[in-house]
């Protein structure tokens, strides 16, 4: 009923910049927190960034500074803006979402299918 759909992965070299973009579709009554996580080879899955409906924003350490996150309520889309990127950013990167279901009053959680950023030279 609801699908994330994540674009914007890609191959890049140290120090370059990617846009990530993920679009929510499907029978949405309302969006509430999105976010940014990334997995590496071997590694658990890590909260990235994420942001609340009202724009407030949240950052893991490693990224701040560095990492943008940003969203469009009326697109239904979160955007990661990515500067300075580094080799261990290499990661798969997946979108997440909190939504409400037209007609439904709980919320839950949804997952994009996820997108490869790879930093290399």
């Known amino acids: 009923q609801v699908q994330l759909v994540e674009s914007g992965g890609d191959l890049v070299q140290p120090g370059g910049s990617l846009r990530l973009s993920c679009v929510a579709s499907g029978s949405i009554g309302s969006i509430n927190d999105m976010g940014w996580y990334r997995q590496a080879p071997g590694k658990q899955r890590e909260l990235v960034a994420d942001?609340?409906?009202?724009?407030?924003?949240n950052y893991a350490d490693s990224v701040k500074g560095r990492f943008t996150i940003s969203r469009d309520n009326t697109k239904n889309t979160v955007y990661l803006q990515m500067n300075s990127l580094k080799s261990e950013d290499t990661a798969v990167f997946y979108c997440?979402?909190?939504?409400?279901?037209?007609?439904?009053?709980?919320?839950?959680?949804?997952w994009g299918q996820g997108t490869q950023v790879t930093v290399s030279s």
């Open positions: 997440n979402a909190r939504i409400r279901l037209k007609f439904r009053t709980n919320v839950n959680d949804y």
């Open positions: 942001i609340t409906s009202g724009g407030r924003t």
